[in-house]
């Protein structure tokens, strides 16, 4: 299998390593207002199979004869381009529950939890991982009526809750996309950064609702990833305008709003993104332009970040197209922090947030 050849040892990020090749808080009352948001749309390609009915949980690993392995299991659903890594980890817990030969509810919860952090191991420097895994365990195992049932039942409970997670999980790009729809107005133009699919998603289904709007799309170097989203939006005839990094500022008086996704959303509220985020929050935040973040729930995470060397390096190669003598020190690294106060909105799976309540459903989750 290509994927699994991956290094997660290598001094490159594994998620950096395949991003250009493809590119929570979770309560019973999200639940039920998730499944309501999204009963409309049923037609998500990605999350359903020919009959209509969510695909179902298990990959390489399950019914192949073969012994189980969740990073193989993480690898098969992880080639499926528009499934979010996150969610392909979510998927492959879901498998262990299913598959285990465990006969009581604690030998399941530590096969779960070696489980887990394998996963986070495969590659320490994604938060989405992280965050997708933790947030799994949290919401799965997160009852008391488990103790009090035989242990058939409880298992049965957890295989059911597992898969009610990874389903609301695929969702949650269609639910952010509804709600944003009132924010974009027509005649806007907007700015976004790299590739995003979740905020492809909303400028897709802004798109189809008949938005008149442009967008100036970065380049994202180095790995150019704002060269395949405007290719993306193209195939939309939505007009974009490609423009190199350093031009940012200089456009930015065209601009009236920026959207970015996140690779992380941390509790003070701010993000982890790709490099670049955070020059883009301040330009836009000098010249009064709001920035709005699309992230889904999964990608909450338990950090708090003081300054942009506070969180473990995420790096990338980088070609520059000319030799670079050794004596010359390259950064690398692929991602910034951009704090809260340069952010105006966080459009999630759980509604429309401030960074300054990101903290409360953080707490919520992990009372």
């Known amino acids: 299998m290509a994927d699994s050849a ?20 979770v309560t019973s009352d999200w639940l039920a207002q998730a499944q309501a948001a999204v009963s409309r749309h049923t037609d998500d390609g990605d999350l359903l199979g020919s009959d209509g ?43 262990v529950i299913r598959t285990s030969e465990a006969t009581t509810m604690m030998e399941l919860e530590i096969e779960l939890k070696k489980a887990s952090d394998s996963l986070k191991s495969w590659d320490a420097t994604s938060i989405s991982l992280t965050a997708g895994c933790d947030l799994f ?4 195992t997160r009852t008391s009526a488990l103790e009090y049932e035989d242990f058939n039942s409880a298992k049965s409970r957890l295989i059911e809750r597992a898969e009610k ?22 005649g806007c133009t907007i700015l976004v950064h790299g590739f995003s699919r979740v905020v492809l998603e909303v400028l897709k289904t802004a798109a189809e609702n008949k938005k008149l709007f442009r967008v100036l799309c970065t380049e994202g170097r180095p790995d150019r990833t704002g060269l395949r989203f405007s290719n993306e939006l193209a195939k939309l005839d939505v007009p974009v305008k490609l423009l190199i990094d350093s031009a940012v500022a200089y456009t930015m008086d065209e601009v009236d709003m920026v959207f970015v996704g996140a690779d992380g959303v941390v509790e003070s509220g701010g993000i982890i993104n790709m490099m670049g985020t955070f020059q883009i929050a301040l330009v836009a935040h000098s010249m009064n332009k709001p920035v709005y973040v699309a992230a889904e729930s999964y990608k909450f995470a338990r950090h708090y970040p003081l300054d942009q060397k506070d969180m473990a390096p995420a790096l ?7 030799p670079i003598p050794s004596k010359v020190e390259v950064e690398t690294s692929a991602r910034d922090y951009t704090p809260p106060q ?26």
């Open 6 to 25: 991956l290094n997660p040892t290598s001094n490159v990020s594994a998620y950096y390593q395949t991003r250009s090749s493809q590119h929570a808080v």
């Open 53 to 95: 009915r969510a695909a179902a949980i298990g990959g390489r690993g399950e019914g192949s004869g073969k012994a189980f392995s969740v990073i193989d299991e993480f690898n098969s659903w992880r080639k499926q381009p528009d499934l979010a890594e996150a969610v392909a980890a979510i998927r492959a817990l879901a498998a």
């Open 137 to 140: 365990l949290r919401y799965v």
């Open 165 to 186: 997670f990874g389903e609301i999980s695929c969702k949650a790009r269609r639910i952010i996309a509804m709600l944003s729809q009132d924010f974009i107005f027509d």
């Open 316 to 322: 990338r190669s980088i070609d520059f197209g000319v």
């Open 342 to 367: 340069y952010l105006s909105l966080l459009f999630t799976d759980l509604g429309v947030l401030t960074p300054s309540v990101i903290s409360d459903e953080l707490i919520q989750l992990y009372l």
